[in-house]
């Protein structure tokens, strides 16, 4: 059989729909924007909201339900709110986030958290791993929420971990 024969076959074939062309990735959920807190205190699946708002310059999250490999990226994760103007603009005592993916969290929530990771001084923060993504996640991911959560301090202001401060926006299934 000529190479002109077994392309024209190929072609014909993806011409007519007998042969998909298209990735498969696999099921992937993923939030095209990071956005800080505005109304604090809000509790989602169980986690509180830090008590000051925040602002993110941009960021993106992405969850492959497949295997369970998990993304996120923020830049510019700083305070837009204190009530002593004194950490405007920065990201006052925060020195490290991680990821939380909110399973089910209309029902029973279950939470599944990535490592966390360092806070730059100027908010920036990228994690790329995998996690054990539980069945509420991977039956239901139009229920999932991610979230940015504080993971460690400056020393003194412990009370401020597990906080979110920023979550995921503009999902795309």
């Known amino acids: 059989m000529s190479k002109f024969y077994v392309v024209s076959i190929l072609m014909l074939s993806i011409a007519c729909g007998f042969v998909d062309t298209t990735a498969h990735a696999g099921d992937k959920v993923k939030w095209e924007r990071i ?18 708002s925040w602002t993110v310059s941009k960021g993106s999250a992405e969850v492959d339900l497949d295997n369970g490999r998990v993304k996120f990226k923020v830049k510019g994760l700083v305070l837009a709110d204190d009530p ?58 139009e229920d999932t929420v991610f979230l940015i959560r504080i993971a460690d301090v400056v020393d003194g202001f412990e009370f401020l971990i597990d906080l979110w401060n920023a979550f995921g926006a503009v999902r795309i299934p």
Request: charged share 20%.
């Open 35 to 52: 956005v800080g807190i505005i109304q604090t205190g809000v509790v989602i699946g169980g986690v509180e909201g830090t008590r000051a």
């Open 84 to 141: 002593t103007f004194a950490n405007i603009g920065t990201t006052s005592v925060i020195t490290m986030v991680r990821g939380t993916l909110v399973c089910n969290e209309t029902d029973d929530p279950e939470l599944v958290e990535t490592d966390a990771v360092p806070l730059s001084a100027q908010g920036d923060a990228e994690f790329q791993g995998r996690v054990d993504l539980p069945q509420s996640c991977t039956d239901e991911p």
